[in-house]
């Protein structure tokens, strides 16, 4: 793939940067927050976490999912070891490709198809953002269009009035190198970084590129606006397969013989935020986004257990190295998203409390091939699939928080009208289905102090099904409805001196239909459905000490998360194999905990960092030891603990910074997943870097 920009982008991009819209005063940034700062958080109803830029650059977090994993209620798991497809579970669910969960930008939709099919094959470097938003309870409802886990909202920095810039350069071992540049001034702010590195396993390697603009004006007296847009290219030698129990026994964990793998990908977003001031607590905020993303996946397995190389599977099960040379076969998965909408959002205060109330307009269009070659690094051949698949989505909310005293009381209501559309344009075969849903919410906090506010809520959880659930490849429609659920939590938040807070919630979350599809548990299971419940506790605390000592805690306890009846197959009815009532659901530990210590003097701070997740089940039959010979896609997770170390020096003046950071610091060993065989968390990575600011 060539690095070139589309002409349109080009342009636009071009217009952005020449803009030079005089503003008398400072601009409030037009953006949308679902946490927003301390005195905001007295008022939500529900879990609000928020992951700050000191966080962010004193930890010198490597990947998302590193960044995540100091939220509670979140399960990061790593895949290739870059964060680039990262997965994400809130509560105990499955976190395979981030599907139960919405993810935002700027307030902005980030994940390339949310309705149509929420996976994240795409994610933004963590570098981009200065900060990181988690919500979840009831306040979720007024985004969508998933509720029935959390919404996480990534904000990116804003512009300065005045000059400023930086660059920064960082290497490490595993042919690790990273440059960042900023600059910026009178509104505008330009940023690039390139990364590269090895994956956690061998013949992974991936060069990110990823290009930012942002500009932010205030227009006369009552207007203001941000435009953004970005360029993200990514080249990946990564296969998606894992390893069988007997590869890891005989070869390692870094064992992966699919050299002829590749990803290609390139992503354009384009987005204007416009904020009209009416004046009297009247406020609308109207978000206009577009985004363009393209991912070529050529590979020679998809699974431990893919038949596409003759004789491969029974060499794997039984720990005979493979020669993907010998293959002649590679399989291109060539998809094409393009998304597009416009949500104006209306705030208004009134003497009783604010209203808020939204509409969204949100258009989807995918386009999926499959190419198979008959070489192992062909890239053209027969044409398998081709299929294009659209949505319309058409939603609204209402919520009025009524403001009593030392309580807030917050109704909503939120209304989900999709349409999904599928043809197979090899057979010329067309099929369409609609579903619609009321959501409603209701949230209470209740502040008896300055430092602490009780808080309760429940809402009815919704996720709309993917598209190639809902309507089969012949046209037909599939009786799968919504992910529907009664998600309950109630918690405190108490806010002390000197930088102290502390955040503990009990939760219940009761699903009537919990989808689960492909190879989320087993790598085999067939579309299927049944009940499911969620319920346990997420403590966190912050605190930094007069003495230069700070500390941080994020830990979720997960007792239950059971499958409430076996799960049945869509189509057929028929159960799934080892599912059964009382069994524990697949990739949900009981624990995960991130502990973090530091101290910092004068130019010097420095941390340690624990992060711990819990034995986890990779199956419905909760089957504890691997299958003698197997694919490895079943067997336990043990549990695990990965150490990591920062040390940060500011040098006088304060215009330079240098770090060093050890990740994995003991180079543990650990499985994350068995989707597709066995993955690996990353090996030791030392980086060391410096800053130096203009």
């Known amino acids: ?21 005089a503003a008398e005063k400072e601009a409030v940034m037009p953006r949308v927050d679902i946490v927003g700062g301390a005195e905001d958080q007295k008022r939500i109803a529900g879990t609000a976490d928020v992951i700050d830029t000191r966080t962010l650059e004193e930890s010198r977090v490597f990947t998302v999912n590193e960044a995540l994993r100091k939220v509670p209620g979140l399960n990061a798991r790593d895949e290739e070891g870059l964060g680039l497809r990262p997965n994400v579970g809130v509560r105990g669910l499955n976190p395979t490709r981030s599907t139960k969960m919405t993810l935002l930008e700027d307030g902005v939709p980030l994940s390339y198809a949310p309705y149509g099919d929420n996976a994240s094959y795409y994610h933004p470097q963590i570098d981009r953002f200065e900060r990181v938003e988690v919500l979840k309870g009831s306040g979720q409802n007024v985004f969508g269009p998933q509720t029935i886990g959390g919404t996480i909202n990534y904000i990116t920095p804003t512009p300065p009035r005045e000059f400023a810039a930086f660059v920064e350069g960082s290497a490490g071992n595993r042919d690790f190198a990273r440059a960042r540049a900023q600059v910026g001034g009178k509104g505008l702010l330009l940023d690039y970084t390139r990364k590269q590195g090895d994956g956690a396993k061998d013949n992974v390697h991936s060069d990110i590129d990823d290009l930012n603009f942002k500009y932010v004006a205030a227009i006369g007296g009552r207007h203001a606006l941000t435009l953004r847009a970005n360029y993200m290219k990514e080249d990946s030698q990564v296969t998606y397969s894992g390893i069988t ?36 607590g009247a406020l609308l905020t109207t978000n206009l986004y577009y985004s363009d993303f393209q991912r070529d996946w050529w590979r020679q397995a998809s699974t431990t257990s893919d038949t596409q190389c003759a004789g491969f599977v029974a060499a794997r099960n039984a720990g005979t190295a493979v020669n993907p040379d010998a293959c002649a076969s590679v399989q291109g998965r060539l998809r094409n998203y393009v998304t597009w909408g416009v949500e104006p959002r209306l705030t208004l205060a009134h003497g009783m409390g604010e209203l808020q109330a939204g509409v969204k307009a949100h258009f989807e269009e995918q386009k999926r091939k499959q190419i198979n070659g008959v070489t192992a690094t062909a890239r053209s051949g027969a044409l398998a699939e081709d299929n294009l698949r659209k949505t319309r989505a058409y939603s609204a909310f209402v919520a009025n928080r009524f403001a009593l005293g030392q309580w807030d009381i917050t109704p909503s209501l939120r209304y989900e009208r999709i349409n999904a559309s599928r043809s197979n344009r090899l057979t010329g075969v067309t099929g369409s289905d609609d579903l619609s849903r009321v959501l409603p919410a209701f949230g209470v906090t209740w502040n008896p102090s300055k430092v602490l506010t009780v808080f309760g809520s429940i809402h009815r959880g919704f996720a709309p099904p993917r598209v190639e659930d809902l309507i089969g490849g012949t046209g037909t429609s599939t009786e799968v409805g919504p992910e529907d659920s009664t998600n309950m939590e109630v918690g405190t938040r108490w806010e002390f001196a000197r930088a102290s807070r502390l955040q503990a919630s009990l939760f219940r979350n009761d699903f009537k239909r919990l989808i689960a599809v492909g190879s989320i548990a087993g790598g085999s299971t067939p579309l299927a459905e049944g009940k499911a419940l969620f319920q346990g506790l997420e403590f966190s605390a912050d605190t930094e000490l007069a003495n230069g000592f700070f500390g941080r805690a994020a830990w979720t306890w997960l007792p239950t998360a059971k499958q409430s009846t076996a799960y049945t197959q869509v189509v057929s009815g028929a159960l799934v194999a080892g599912s059964a009532a009382g069994n524990r659901q697949p990739y949900a530990p009981k624990n995960t905990l991130t502990l973090a210590a530091g101290y910092g003097s004068g130019a010097w701070r420095g941390q340690l960092e624990a992060q711990h997740v819990g034995e986890q089940f990779t199956d419905f039959a909760n089957t504890e030891a691997p299958v003698a010979g197997g694919n490895g896609q079943i067997g336990k997770l043990a549990a695990y603990t990965v150490w990591n170390a920062s040390l940060n020096y500011t040098l006088t003046p304060k215009k330079s910074s240098l770090f060093l950071t050890v990740k994995n610091l003991g180079d543990k060993t650990y499985m994350v997943d068995r989707t597709r065989g066995i993955q690996f968390g990353s090996p030791r990575l030392v980086q060391a870097g410096l800053r130096y600011t203009f």
């Open 1 to 21: 793939m060539k690095f070139a920009i589309k002409p349109l982008s080009l342009a636009i991009l071009a217009a952005i940067a020449s803009l030079s819209i």
């Open 245 to 280: 129990d007997a590869e890891f026994a005989r070869f390692g964990a870094r064992y992966n013989p699919f050299k002829n793998d590749f990803m290609d990908v390139e992503r354009y977003g384009l987005s204007a935020t416009h904020d009209y001031d009416f004046g009297g």
